[in-house]
């Protein structure tokens, strides 16, 4: 079994800032592509930032310069450090993990439980 495990959300003024975790645990042999992923009230989920396990980045336009995704391979760990929050990041954030378990020879996304993200005054 492999398990992702979010940290780090919660509420915050516009203009600030928060970092995301999410750890990945479990019988894992390997982890490719980790991301973070968001969805607001009443909208679908949207990609906000990957990285790749050689550390290529991408980034959805609206967050580009704002967010930056990292990891800690050594941890299989995920972080997105939110800087300059705006009212219209609220969404529960998601990470993702494309790992192989040692039971297994493909990979398959693993999903965390989500956590809450608020930007209000």
């Known amino acids: 079994q492999v398990q992702l495990v979010e940290s780090g959300g919660g509420l915050v003024q516009p203009g600030g800032s928060l970092r995301l975790s999410c750890a990945a645990s479990g019988s894992i042999f390997s982890i490719s592509g980790m991301g973070w992923y968001r969805q607001a009230p009443g909208k679908q989920r949207e990609l906000v930032a990957t990285i790749t396990a050689g550390g290529s980045t991408k980034y959805a336009d609206s967050v580009r310069g704002r967010f930056t995704v990292s990891r800690d391979s050594a941890k299989n760990t995920v972080y997105l450090q939110m800087n300059s929050l705006k009212p219209e990041d609220t969404a529960v954030y998601y990470c993702?993990?494309?790992?192989?378990?040692?039971?297994?020879?493909?990979?398959?996304?693993?999903w965390g439980q989500g956590t809450q993200v608020t930007v209000s005054s």
């Open positions: 993702a993990a494309d790992v192989m378990p040692y039971s297994s020879g493909i990979y398959r996304t693993y």
